[in-house]
């Protein structure tokens, strides 16, 4: 009592404060209430809950959908079971039909639970509420919160309490781009929502407090423990007798698969991101017909393929006049949840495999190769940051001389590295983000000159792109995914890829000039350049001039062919989403049949065009092994594309390979120069740099004697493999009997005996063609080779 007295006076202030508090705040929102009235929402005032129709360029309707959301279609109150109506009632608001919008008993309690944290924390929000919220959307700022409030007095001035409950349950999100109740229950069950039975009505009910977590095909589990709670409510109300609850909650609940028109979801999914919420229609670039068509080939490849642990595929159709999708199959199946078919093939980062070379090679072209340029395919070291690097061609096998137009295409990897590290990665680098590559974002370095077989990862989309520039003859163009009467919504200024779209825009109008793109066109649609690796019939021959290539990263992980005629672009991905590898599944094999059908299925009985040559371009017969102007001593020759200019200037160089010599008929050696001319015949030896003779030898092509070789001055005697300071590394899972280092030495003179030193201990002695094969040893070594009249040579090399 003492201690009462002392603190009165305190307590007595503090209680007049409070009281004034609540006064104050009373009147405030008695004041916010009387003015909210004044100002009433009529459901007649309500813009309707439209969907969005999203209809190819023929008008055929691909998907109806809630712009930015899902699909929803209004329904009266009296078509909805009232045991669904009970539900909500009883999950969201049970005092709905008598309070005024706010529910302050539940406001009291919410603010006391929440403030002494007793239990669960409380929310407070009326279905009127949750309706003011559903009308005017936005972050959840203190301003918005009275905003809805005010919504909420505006609502209960101007509806009914059935209205409300009908705008409401419109409107009402259900998961899987479902709003409202019509929709959800004709899409998970198939009925009306008047047909709704008291388990199916609590379990829709349930979803919209989480309707992400709460996904009924999903996470059904999950929906039917809340189902549960709400029956326990829906029974502590008096809605339902015990008996009711407890059948309900025996009831086998199945949920339906989507039945809703889904045609190219992974489009639609796409094309939703950025439209705005006014938009009721679009006219999109799609051909329903050709998507569908293109759908059903993914499916027949991939069914076929499944045995090889193939598990998905995606393809993009491009027009190249206008940049329009005319196809865009994210997955083989939507609806595969155990092979994550949701996911979108068409922008998944992937390793493109050989897919880049053409640019890289067209880059090569404009600094002064030609098709007929030789290159080396022999085996080569690279010393990289994590180790030597060794390529390999698909064959596994080495053609020594190539031409750039065999080494492209035939996709062959040894002569791109050769080509990437004259150009420099810097280059190349930037010639494919010219292309439209910005997924390609680290520096050059990073990659290294493994970027040409595929070390970085880029899209589907992008790839199919940049091929439509090479069909464009090197014009860039924006892709377009939306006609023209929709422009007014492409003025926001969608990004298909982000800051990629910006950068286009300020981007050349030209990336490449139309010479060197023909001439990586021409490469690209020659059947004959590519017959080494892939055959003359492969599935890549068409009947029709078509430009294409193909991709596969390592371990068998990706695999892609893209390819155009001066009409379409198309480009396909196969794999696995999971990233497990495929069974020695390639892109021939893989994305190839699917390309191959998609092609036919564009053409039709149309007669495509020829792509168009420059008029800077000019046929000159070349030496098929050289690539120079074919001379007199050479076998075979073949046609080949040269810029005009510099045939004109006389720039063509003769072949200095091929050279016809006198032999003696018995033996075949070099005739002395007083032969008798009926003992000498003549024949045509091949005079290449000392680094060819193991491949001349090997492969039993006719080799210029040392001493007659125009090389002859230049020559050394020197080890080619393993590369000076090169690094191995042994794989942990190859036995070691199976794993050797080859060595290997050119330029001995005559047939002299090479004798092969490591550290010191002689390892073995060959003559003519002088390689050993050694089984690899963790270790530093020192190789040497010794041969008489030349000096030693002597190389170092780790094994880790």
């Known amino acids: 009592m003492r201690v009462f007295r002392k603190y009165r006076a305190f307590l007595i202030i503090l209680a007049s404060v409070g009281i004034m508090l609540v006064l104050g705040v009373g009147g405030m929102l008695f004041a916010m209430r009387s003015e909210a009235r004044k100002h009433p929402i009529y459901a007649a005032d309500v813009k309707p809950f439209h969907s969005l129709r999203i209809a190819d360029r023929n008008g055929v309707l691909l998907q109806e959908v809630r712009s930015r959301d899902g699909r929803s279609a209004p329904v009266r109150l009296r078509a909805i079971s009232p045991h669904f109506i009970h539900a909500v009632l009883a999950a969201e608001d049970r005092r709905f039909r008598s309070h005024s919008g706010v529910d302050w008993l539940a406001v009291g309690r919410a603010g006391a639970m929440n403030i002494l944290s007793v239990g669960r924390r409380s929310g407070a929000s009326t279905i009127t509420l949750q309706l003011a919220k559903m009308l005017d959307p936005g972050p959840r700022t203190l301003g918005k919160k009275i905003r809805e409030v005010k919504g909420a007095w505006r609502i209960e001035a101007g509806m009914t309490k059935d209205e409300i409950l009908e705008q409401y349950m419109s409107r009402l999100p259900f998961g899987n781009q479902l709003f409202g109740i019509e929709s959800a229950s004709q899409d998970y069950f198939r009925k009306k929502a008047s047909d709704l039975s008291l388990a199916q009505a609590a379990l829709l009910a349930a979803i919209p407090n989480a309707p992400t977590l709460l996904n009924p095909r999903r996470n059904l589990d999950l929906v039917n423990k809340r189902r549960t709670f709400i029956l326990d409510r ?296 590519r017959t080494t690796e892939f055959g003359l019939d492969s599935v890549l021959r068409l009947p029709f001039p078509a430009a294409v290539k193909t991709g596969t990263s390592r371990n068998y992980r990706d695999n892609w062919t893209v390819g155009y005629t001066r009409e379409y672009t198309v480009g396909v991905w196969v794999g696995n989403f999971n990233g497990v590898p495929m069974q020695q599944v390639a892109g021939v094999s893989g994305a190839g049949p699917i390309f191959r059908r998609v092609m036919m299925l564009l053409q039709g009985k149309k007669e495509p065009k020829d792509f168009e040559r420059p008029s800077g371009l000019i046929e000159v017969e070349v030496c098929a092994l050289s690539g120079k102007q074919k001379g007199p001593d050479c076998p075979h020759g073949v046609s080949e594309l040269f810029l005009r200019d510099e045939v004109e200037a006389g720039a063509m160089e003769p072949c200095d390979v091929h050279r016809k010599l006198p032999v003696l008929a018995g033996n075949g050696q070099i005739a002395p120069a007083g032969a008798r001319r009926e003992e000498t015949e003549y024949r045509v030896f091949e005079d290449l740099p000392p680094i060819y003779e193991f491949w001349q030898r090997e492969t039993g092509r006719p080799v210029m004697p040392r001493e007659l070789s125009r090389h002859a001055e230049s020559a050394l005697f020197e080890i080619i493999r393993p590369a000076h300071q090169s690094i191995y590394r042994r794989p942990l899972d190859l036995a070691a009997r199976y794993q050797t280092i080859r060595f290997e030495a050119v330029g001995a003179p005559g047939s002299a005996e090479v004798v092969w030193t490591l550290n010191s201990d002689e390892i073995g002695r060959t003559r003519d063609a002088h390689f050993l094969d050694w089984p690899v040893r963790t270790g530093e070594y020192r190789l040497r080779a010794t041969a008489p009249g030349v000096p030693a040579s002597e190389i170092r090399f780790t094994v880790e």
């Open 234 to 529: 829906m029974h502590s109300l008096g809605y339902i007798s015990r008996e009711e609850k407890e059948l309900a909650q025996a009831e086998r609940i199945e949920i339906h698969e989507p039945a809703r028109p889904r045609s190219a979801p992974h489009f639609i999914e796409r094309l939703q991101t950025d439209l705005p919420a006014p938009i009721t229609r679009v006219t999109a670039t799609l051909n329903a017909r050709l998507q569908a068509a293109v759908e059903q080939q993914v499916k027949e490849v991939i069914d076929e393929l499944k045995g090889r642990v193939v598990t998905n595929a995606a393809v993009l159709v491009l027009e190249n006049r206008t940049g329009e999708v005319l196809a865009y199959v994210g997955s083989a199946d939507f609806d595969d949840h155990g092979n994550e078919g949701q996911n979108d093939g068409v922008q998944a980062l992937r390793q493109p495999g050989s897919a880049l070379k053409p640019f890289i090679y067209g880059l090569a072209l404009e600094k002064g190769m030609s098709p007929a340029t030789m290159l080396d395919d022999l085996e080569v070291h690279f010393s990289t940051p994590v180790g030597d690097f060794s390529p390999q061609n698909y064959s596994r096998r080495f053609h020594g001389p190539v031409r750039l137009r065999e080494a492209l295409g035939n996709s062959l990897n040894v002569p791109a590295v050769r080509v990437i590290a004259e150009l420099g990665t810097d280059a190349a680098l930037a010639r494919l983000r010219d292309f439209g590559f910005q997924t390609l974002d680290a520096d050059a370095e990073h990659y290294g000159v493994g970027l040409i077989l595929g070390d970085g990862e880029v899209t589907l989309y992008e790839l199919t792109r940049a091929y439509m520039y090479l069909a464009r003859g090197g014009s860039i163009i924006p892709v377009r995914e939306v006609l023209v009467q929709a422009t007014a919504i492409m003025a926001k200024g969608r990004q298909s890829d982000g800051e990629r779209e910006k950068r286009m825009k300020s981007a050349p109008l030209r990336v490449s000039t139309p010479e060197a793109v023909y001439l990586i066109t021409d490469i690209l649609k020659d059947p004959y350049a």
